[in-house]
C-alpha cells in the first residue's frame, strides 16, 4: 500500500431504522449510505457531490463516528500503524479524535453561542491536554491570525461575527488540533457568493501551511471545481464515478454525472448557447425503496434491460476514473470544457 495512503474507506453503509406502531417496531430501513468505498491520500482533497439528500453529509460523520455506521471498514493509516476507526472503542478513539477534525455547515449553529471565542478554540486543545496558560493563550492568538482573524477577537462572543468570520471561527477551531485530516461539510453554502471565494481560498493556504487532507461535501459543482483534486458523484447512497477532477469534469463516464455537468454555467456564451441541457424525469427514488439493479435507471435516458436487472460495480472505464455503470465503455457523454487545458481521452 503506498505510503501516501491516508484514509480507505472499504463498503461503508448506514442503515437508519423505520419504526412504527405503539411499539415502534422496525418495518424497514432507510438506506443513506449504502456500500460506499474510496481512498484518501496525503495531501489531497477529494470532493462528494451530489443531490440533497443523496449521503453526503452521512458519509462524512459516519467516517468520523458522529453517527455510527451500519456496516464496512474504515482504515486510517498513521505513523504508528493502520486503525479501523469502526472497531475501536471509545477510549481508543478519542486517541486519535486529534487527527481526524469536522467543519460544519451552518458556522452559527456549530458554535457555542454562550462560549467566548478563545473558550471555543481552547476547549479541544485543553480537552486533550495539550496546552494551557500563556502557551495555550499564544496558541489561541495564532490559529485566529492563521484563519485571518484578529489576537483580541477571544473575548467576543460569535454572534458578533459575520457568516463568513464564523466559519474561519469554526476552521481555527479545527486545526487547533494540528488534525492530518479535516471534512468539510457544505462549509461555504451557506454563505454570500464573495466570502465563499475567501474562504475557498483560506482553505488551500491551510491545505498547504499545515499539511491537510480534506473530505469536501458540497452540491455546488464550481466550488468542488475549483478546490477538489478528485471528486466522488453520488447517487442516492452510493459513489457512481470517481475519479481526477479535470477529467471528470471534461469527460464524465457515468450518466448522473453528465446531468449534473449540464447544470454548470459556462463563460462563454457562444459554448453555453451550443450546448445540451439534460432535464432528469422524475423524482429521486425513496432510499427506504431504492430501485432493482442501477438505482439511477428509471432517471437514465440510455438505461438497458440490464441496468433494471444487475447493479453496476464502480469499475475502471478510463485512467484513475471509476464509473458504476454498465455502459460507461459505449457512452460518448457531454463533459464541460474547463478554464485550464482539458486532458485528452484515453491518457
Excluded: W
Amino acid at each position: 500500500m503506498s505510503d501516501k495512503l491516508l484514509l480507505e474507506v472499504e463498503n461503508l453503509q448506514k442503515h437508519f431504522p423505520i419504526r412504527r406502531g405503539f411499539l415502534q417496531k422496525t418495518v424497514g430501513y432507510v438506506k443513506a449510505v449504502d456500500g460506499v468505498s474510496f481512498t484518501l491520500n496525503r495531501g489531497e482533497t477529494l470532493g462528494v457531490v451530489g443531490e440533497s439528500g443523496c449521503g453526503k453529509t452521512t458519509v462524512g460523520r459516519s467516517l468520523l463516528r458522529l453517527i455510527e455506521p451500519t456496516g464496512g471498514k474504515v482504515t486510517l493509516h498513521t505513523e504508528t500503524g493502520k486503525f479501523n476507526l469502526l472497531e475501536l472503542n471509545q477510549t481508543e478513539l478519542k486517541r486519535l479524535r486529534p487527527r481526524m477534525q469536522m467543519v460544519f455547515q451552518d458556522p452559527m449553529s456549530s458554535l457555542n453561542s454562550r462560549m467566548t471565542v478563545g473558550d471555543i478554540i481552547a476547549e479541544p486543545l485543553v480537552v486533550n491536554n495539550i496546552c494551557k496558560g500563556k502557551e495555550l493563550n499564544d496558541k489561541i492568538a495564532s490559529l485566529l491570525e492563521a484563519v485571518g482573524l484578529r489576537a483580541n477577537d477571544t473575548r467576543r462572543y460569535p454572534h458578533a461575527f459575520s457568516g463568513g468570520q464564523r466559519q474561519r471561527i469554526g476552521i481555527a477551531r479545527a486545526l487547533a488540533l494540528r488534525p492530518d485530516l479535516i471534512v468539510a461539510d457544505e462549509p461555504v453554502s451557506a454563505l454570500d457568493v464573495s466570502v465563499q471565494a475567501q474562504i475557498l481560498n483560506l482553505l488551500q493556504d491551510l491545505k498547504s501551511q499545515y499539511q491537510l487532507s480534506y473530505i469536501f461535501v458540497a452540491h455546488d459543482l464550481g466550488v468542488v471545481e475549483h478546490i477538489s483534486d478528485r471528486v466522488a458523484v453520488m447517487y442516492l447512497g452510493r459513489i457512481v464515478e470517481i475519479g481526477e477532477t479535470r477529467r471528470l469534469f471534461t469527460y464524465p463516464k457515468h450518466p448522473y454525472t453528465e446531468a449534473l455537468l449540464s447544470a454548470v454555467p459556462v463563460a462563454d456564451p457562444r459554448v453555453q448557447h451550443s450546448r445540451q441541457r439534460i432535464r432528469l424525469q422524475g423524482d429521486v427514488p425513496s432510499p427506504a425503496n431504492p430501485p432493482s439493479g442501477c438505482h439511477f435507471h428509471p432517471r437514465c435516458r440510455y438505461a438497458a434491460e440490464i441496468c433494471k436487472r444487475e447493479v453496476p460495480l464502480l469499475r475502471e472505464v478510463a485512467p484513475n476514473v471509476f464509473a458504476a455503470c454498465h455502459l460507461a465503455s459505449e457512452l460518448k457523454l457531454q463533459g464541460v470544457e474547463l478554464l485550464h487545458t482539458a486532458p485528452q481521452e484515453g491518457k
